[in-house]
């Protein structure tokens, strides 16, 4: 079993039975590293105005977790929803999430430093971060105690009971007379490249929906004052977000040198064909 490990403000699955993150690549990335079983672990940050005191700087909880994407608003209640929760649009600062299938909380809430014997790294804060052998062990040694989950993640839980353990899955999974779930990291999908209008700003990444994510990428750019917005240069189609997001990794690690922020870079349209060109090549796949 891997544990994972992300950065909270605090830890309430019967309110919030999900885990949640801000960009779909972060999540397609924890899909691609895990299988069912896996389970990730909450450390709550320092944050003094977000934060209780008594959780600053500890691990509060874990969770096992579904494999299928839904948005954070289906299963979690406007009511539990705060202002901090929200964006300056009115939306959700986390849109992307997996459902809870289990949860525990740790009680004697133990300090991320004692326990892991540092603090978790930066990127923790908006991406799962797999901890090594000795960090999972420590976790596995924490007291815990088994969490109440809310009704509406009933059937994510038995769509994963239905699951081998700790071999990866292929194809669809088995369908009811309501609902059906693909499994998200063996789904296809697709590496793609944007561009900020005619500049030589990038932004690589991966995703399901090509044009469903360039709206999203656009959602924040006032085009109607500046004339400029996202748009796409090259897509590729890939077998499992697995692929498309290796793809994407070795675009961006080629261009290492030119990245900015996240998973934007700076250069010249043929440092991103040469890159671009490295990511197909590095292993050829069919999609």
Known sequence: ???????????????????????????????????????????????????????????????????????????????????????????????????????????????????LGHQLPYNATSQAVLLDDDETKAIGRLISEPVDLPPVVKRYRAIVDALPRRTPTRGPTPTSATFSVERVAEQRAFTYCLQFGKRDVWKIGHTVDPKQRLREVNTHVPSEAIGECWQIVFTHAWASSADAFTMEQVVLKSLERFRTEGERVQCSRKEINRAWQAGLFTERRAP
Request: charged share 25%.
């Open 1 to 115: 079993m891997k544990v994972f490990a992300t950065r909270v403000w605090g830890f309430d699955p019967w309110t919030w039975p999900v885990v949640v993150f801000g960009r779909e690549g972060d999540l397609n990335s924890l899909l691609a590293r895990s299988m069912s079983g896996d389970r990730i672990a909450f450390a709550a940050t320092l944050d003094q105005e977000r934060v209780e005191p008594q959780n600053r700087g500890r691990i509060l909880g874990m969770a096992e977790f579904g494999r299928q994407i839904v948005r954070t608003e289906l299963l979690v209640q406007r009511e539990h929803i705060s202002l901090h929760d929200l964006d300056e649009t009115g939306r959700v600062r986390w849109p992307y999430a997996l459902p809870m299938t289990k949860a525990w909380r740790f009680p004697t809430l133990p300090e991320t430093m004692d326990t």
